[in-house]
């Protein structure tokens, strides 16, 4: 393996990583929901911006870090509180253009309180490369890469062991019976927008030393996390994190490899070639049910 | 003269477990449901028959509070439940089989289980798992098995078991032998017989009139969206009108 292959596969699995954390938050909304949640990207800004903030502002380092990410959750649950909420009995397609506008007024406030400018964060543990096989790895990507393991396991084990973890999957896959079965489905509502702002949080301040942070950083983030989503099959949180890591990881090859101008059209045409090819994403498959 | 707490008493005992006055529903402009008012007595076993379109699944869609009311009221054991949301009477041990049974196909059966007892305790969850093997011997064989790759007669079990885990004052059952085979049906009804002689209020909402009004001891009939018949189960299986329109005789 060549030392550039091995450096791209490196910042490929590191962007690919944040991708599924974000990709995961679009699953999870969408599950307990139907709804698409184009602030998605919102949130990672949010919680870079916030914490940049508050380092800037003479913070310590992980309280900044904390109340970035805290304050993004309080954003995602106002946001279905006071967007969605009142608009609950509206259609799908309307609650989506919903969340569209909130990322609009999102990205307004950010700049009110926060400036148009780029401004950056120190990494987590320092800027002294590993190298391994002739590839840098920078500190901040194995963050990146452990947080990131972490959180899956976690979210697995709250899905499959916990009541509040079945009774999110009940919602999702039959909301009716759900109810019936005495679940407040408007609770799992609001949970889930808190789940997936907490998601789109740590991504955001992990990202942030390595991507510089600004009020428009959540958009294209917020669209590659979309298709890692839909490249796995949306709603399928194991699809979500392998469409995240491929979408990543193509990336990051086409631009060393072929020119870094064309790295953001290949999410696009990736998602484009899967959806003509399998409909229901990598992850879709049939599903098994008698009836 | 002192006044008698024992009719007080024996007028708590008389109240019905469900009392519906007057319940309307509608989808839009189209009124479902007019006028409907029932009375379930505790401990009771009552059944409801109507045809396609009659309104039975809205009846059991308004007292589980997943459609609202248009008008009227609904008293279980004497609260006032019309305005509950739909999760909150359950907690109260109102509880629906619904149609069609709605397993949760890619769970469990251990899980879709565990989630009918989602307002009850661990403790509770328990015990009503253990019951539920003890009265349901297939599924404990295949607890781990997706709900969705059983057989249909089983998936009833299942929806039934499921709802009996969360401890119903009052079971709601719509149309439980819909999709199953005679012998299956016979099966199902046993379980309803069984469980409203171990002290469970049983409504059962069927199309099948013969096998309902056989099994129960009140029933109604629904048409259009209206009670047009009330009495013992056994006088409206002699009918006329029953007989012609919903037996077939």
Known sequence: ????????????????????????????????????????????????????GLIDAGAPFVLALAAGVALTVVVGVALEKFAIEPARNASVVTLIIITIGASIFLRGAAELLGGRGFRSMPAFSGNEPIVIGGAALLPQSLWVLGVTVVIIFALGRFFNATMHG??????????????????????????????????????????????????????????????AAILGGLGKPMGAIAGGLLVGVSEAMTAGYLSSAYKDAVAFVIILVVLVVLPGGLFGGRSVERV | ???????????????????????????????????????????????????????????????????????????????????????????????????????????????????????????????????????????????????????????????????LMAKPRLLLLDEPSMGLSPILVDEVFETIVRLAAAGTTVFVVEQNAFRALSIAEHAYVLEAGRIILEGAAGALKSDHRVREAYLGL
């Open chain 1, 1 to 52: 393996m060549s030392a550039d292959f091995l450096q791209f596969l490196f910042s490929g699995i590191t962007q690919g990583a944040c991708y599924a954390l974000v990709g995961l938050g679009f699953s999870i909304i969408y599950n307990a929901s139907q709804v698409i949640n184009f602030a998605q990207g919102e949130f990672v800004m949010i919680a870079g911006m916030a914490a940049v």
């Open chain 2, 1 to 163: 003269m002192s006044s008698p707490p024992i009719s007080a008493r024996e007028a708590a005992i008389a109240e019905p477990l469900l009392e519906v006055q007057g319940l309307e529903a509608r989808y839009g402009p189209i009124r479902a449901l007019a006028d409907v008012s029932l009375a379930i007595a505790d401990g009771g076993l009552v059944t409801l028959i109507g045809g396609n379109g009659a309104g039975k699944t809205t009846l059991l869609r308004v007292l589980s509070g997943l459609l609202p009311a248009a008008a009227g009221t609904i008293r279980l054991a004497g609260q006032d439940i019309t305005a509950l949301a739909a999760s909150a009477r359950v907690r109260l041990g109102l509880i629906q089989v619904p149609e069609g049974r709605q397993v949760l196909a890619p769970l469990s059966i251990e899980d879709n289980l565990l989630l009918g007892g989602y307002t009850r305790t661990r403790r509770e969850q328990a015990e009503g798992l253990e019951q539920a093997y003890a009265m349901f011997p297939a599924l404990e064989q295949r607890r781990r098995t997706a709900a969705g790759l059983l057989s249909g007669g089983q998936q009833q079990m299942l929806a039934i078991a499921r709802a």
């Open chain 1, 166 to 227: 079945k009774a999110m999957l009940a919602t999702a896959y039959n909301p009716v019976m759900a109810q019936l079965m005495g679940i407040n489905t408007r609770l799992v509502l609001s949970l889930s927008f808190a789940l997936a702002a907490l998601l789109g949080g740590i991504a955001g301040v992990l990202i942030a030393p390595l991507s510089l942070t600004y009020s428009t950083v959540g958009v294209m983030l917020g669209l590659k996390g979309f298709c």
